[in-house]
């Protein structure tokens, strides 16, 4: 728990004692407040930090410009040391703090959004190659799905700064690709080798920009031809992201999308649609427009181009709660939120529970393949409260649900992961809320796992842009196929 500065007219006159005094506050709490072992301690980072608040509130205009910038120059590892905000209770302090709070964030998501890259060469087996792509992105993928001859096939690569969707084009040549489940998890799968995705490196209805990736999925005639000429055509196209990412939803219109076809340019069907589709578990989307077609029949290829937004709750945090047989409630505090585990009522359903195996995570209602224990089962009814130092948008009643559903189990001894299967909003407010969250047939050492909440501390939008071309319009033998779109596993 960081310092718990109190800055008044007061105290900026008492100087070095304010400081002394806050470092025993300091002790204090932390007997108090169990420690979060996911935190980082750095004494030399968290006295400056107390001494810099302080000094936001000193008399002299340049003394509290040149704190703000040299907090601002500690970085993002000085956030873990920012008191909550109603302990400071110097206003100009604790807005110049909320301000130097709201920029690190910023740059830390901004940075976050960049697409990551690896760097990698030589004769590897695809076990190393995919562990290499994982650890050096920071995407968590599985390999479980893959049997022992294909991990351990040797290839040759020559990476240099490849993106993690480049990368992934290039495994795809050698039989295998990525398939995220809609329990969240990334899976490196088997191709099929009938299947149109086999030995396809890059094509052509596959543009990745940044962390995100866009294919064309289909293209669908609706309807006849209209006497004019024109005819309805429904475009699909899958939008993914790198799985670090927790993005929420896209935002788009219609007419952020231009088709031109080989016939003229086509228009927007209905140029005032606005969509947000919301992002499934396994942080991908479907997004469709209708476009009107001129001369439909001497139509036989098209180029799309556009943009649409993405918002993405970045900088997740994880907090965890390992003592679940302890007295209730515990609280936790890092970066801009404190978390309160407040209770866990628990009964027995007499139904069979699935412990998931080591390495892989799944959502003990919908997965059933990766079953190793059978036992009886008992449903835990979890409720968490949440305070953010900053409220806004993000609280609002119809994102709380989709912004704060991110809590699961780790068992124990594992190395899986178990997900809520339903969450329901007790309360909220600007900044706070508390929901319950339901886990269904949990095995029956559950309580010696992990909870873990993962709390987004900043909500960014950011510009996808894309562009295709010579996309074959139906009529032609190809194009009447459903493109080749990324599998899901179920």
């Known amino acids: 728990m960081g310092c718990r500065v109190l800055v008044t007219p007061a105290t900026r006159r008492l100087g070095g004692v304010v400081l002394l005094f806050c470092s025993l506050l300091v002790n204090i709490s932390r007997g108090q407040e169990t420690a979060d072992p996911g935190r ?35 970085g993002p590892s000085a956030l873990d040391y920012f008191p909550p905000p109603d302990l400071v209770t110097d206003i100009a302090a604790r807005e110049s703090m909320l301000r130097v709070r709201l920029n690190l964030e910023h740059r830390l998501a901004k940075d976050s959004l960049k697409a990551r890259s690896v760097t990698l060469s030589g004769t590897l087996t695809i076990k190393q190659v995919v562990t290499e792509l994982a650890q050096q992105t920071g995407n968590r993928l599985d390999l479980s799905s893959l049997d022992a001859a294909i991990l351990r096939r040797s290839i040759t690569i020559n990476w240099d700064q490849l993106s993690f969707w480049n990368g992934l ?141 993405v918002v993405l709750a970045a900088l997740p945090i994880p907090i965890s709660f390992s003592h679940l047989n302890d007295t209730f409630p515990q609280s936790r505090r890092r970066g801009g939120v404190t978390v309160a585990l407040d209770r866990i009522e628990t009964y027995v359903t007499g139904d069979a529970s699935v412990v998931p195996e080591t390495g892989t995570e799944t959502s003990p209602k919908s997965n059933r393949r990766d079953q190793s224990v059978v036992a009886p089962a008992t449903t835990a009814i979890v409720r968490l ?97 459903k493109l080749p779109v990324r599998p899901e596993v179920d």
């Open 40 to 74: 980082s301690e750095s004494p030399q980072i968290e006295s400056r930090v107390m001494e810099l608040i302080h000094q936001l509130g000193a008399p002299r205009r340049a003394e509290r410009a040149a704190a703000e910038l040299e907090l601002f120059n500690l």
């Open 385 to 481: 409260t949440a305070r953010y130092d900053t409220g806004g948008p993000p609280f609002e009643s119809h994102r709380v649900a989709m912004l704060h559903r991110q809590l699961y189990l780790e068992p124990m001894g594992t190395g899986g992961r178990i997900n809520s299967d339903s969450s329901r909003s007790v309360s909220q407010g600007d900044g706070a809320f508390t929901l319950e969250y339901r886990f269904d047939k949990l095995p029956p050492d559950w309580r010696e796992g992990t909870l873990v909440y993962e709390a987004a501390t900043a909500i960014i939008r950011t510009k996808v842009e894309v562009f295709f071309k010579d996309l074959p319009l139906p009529g032609d033998e190809v194009a009447q196929k």
């Open 169 to 309: 084009r290039e495994l795809r040549q050698e039989g295998v690709e990525l398939a995220q489940e809609s329990t969240g998890i990334a899976k490196i799968i088997p191709i099929d080798a009938g299947s149109d995705n086999m030995g396809h490196p890059s094509p052509s209805n596959v543009a990745a920009t940044g962390p995100f990736q866009t294919r064309v999925v289909s293209l669908t005639w609706r309807g006849p031809e209209a006497e004019n000429g024109d005819r309805v055509l429904r475009v699909v196209l899958h939008l993914e992201c790198e799985p670090r990412l927790r993005p929420l939803y896209a935002d788009y219109r219609d007419r952020d999308v231009q088709v031109t076809t080989t016939s003229g340019e086509a228009r927007p069907y209905n140029p005032l649609a606005s969509r947000q589709p919301e992002f499934r578990a396994g942080r991908d989307v479907e997004l469709t427009l209708d476009v009107l077609v001129p001369q439909a029949s001497a139509a036989k290829s098209m180029d799309l181009s556009g943009s649409w937004d």
